[in-house]
């Protein structure tokens, strides 16, 4: 609990058995749930999450987002104040997790990300770097909001939550979230947080290139179907 507020940490994990075991021993002690939704692993992910003492939920049907709605179906019947998000791999430096949250339990902001800003050689490809840049430009052109990243790492108020009605089911589920909330004009603050390549296994974004395609691809899909959501919203 972080200034008597209630705070679950959703991992999404697809194939971490390997990472696991370190990445959740990382886990800060003041985080009070820790919540692993096993995304149609083929390996011992579940198995792996559980002796470290996380809580497994289960969303056979792949996709980043698909494995989030999952977690916060599953809360629904017992919000926390505050839900983080990370990823299963090692990238996050969880050592930055207490901030993110600190920011939004401080009742500054309704939503924290962390920016990559200190990113270790290979933990991101090109594409990925050129799409973040190109997301980012396109986010501040059209709705006014400079941000610098779509990191993974983030924390937000289960209220904050509740008002993005979040829908992305795959790779735009970060992007969804930073354009509604610009959109809804939340506070949002964002911090400087290293990054590092994954701690075991394989990328499903940067370690193939049809996969950062297909991230690519569907962020921007997001991007254009808000806008026209925001369009058609202004012109009646």
Not at 191 to 208: C, F, I, N
Not at 213 to 218: E, N, P, R, S, T
Request: charge should be positive; include cysteine.
């Amino acid at each position: 609990m972080i200034r008597g507020r209630t705070v679950v940490l959703i991992l999404p994990a697809r194939n971490e058995a390997g990472a696991l075991p370190r990445v959740l021993r990382a886990v800060p002690p003041e985080i009070d749930r820790v919540i692993v939704v096993d995304n149609g692993s083929t390996d011992e992910t579940a198995a792996v999450a559980a002796a470290e003492g996380a809580l497994v939920v289960t969303e056979p049907v792949r996709g980043y987002g698909r494995a989030c709605l999952r977690a916060l179906d599953f809360l629904d019947d017992s919000p926390p104040h505050i839900v983080a998000f990370a990823d299963a791999d090692g990238s996050d430096d969880f050592s930055y997790l207490l901030r993110l949250i600190d920011s939004v339990a401080g009742g500054g902001a309704a939503m924290s990300l962390g920016a990559r800003v200190a990113v270790e050689p290979g933990a991101l490809s090109p594409l990925q770097r050129f799409g973040n840049a190109l997301a980012t430009l396109l986010i501040r052109l059209i709705w006014g909001r400079r941000y610098h990243d779509l990191g993974p790492m983030r924390a937000l108020t289960w209220g904050a939550l509740q008002r993005l009605r979040m829908s992305d089911r795959d790779f735009g589920w970060t992007v969804e979230m930073q354009v509604r909330a610009a959109r809804l004009g939340f506070p949002v603050v964002e911090l400087p947080v290293p990054y590092r390549q994954r701690r075991a296994g394989k990328s499903k974004v940067s370690g193939a290139l049809d996969g950062a395609v297909h991230a690519g691809i569907k962020i921007l899909w997001v991007i254009l179907r808000e806008w026209l959501m925001k369009a058609r919203a202004e012109h009646g």
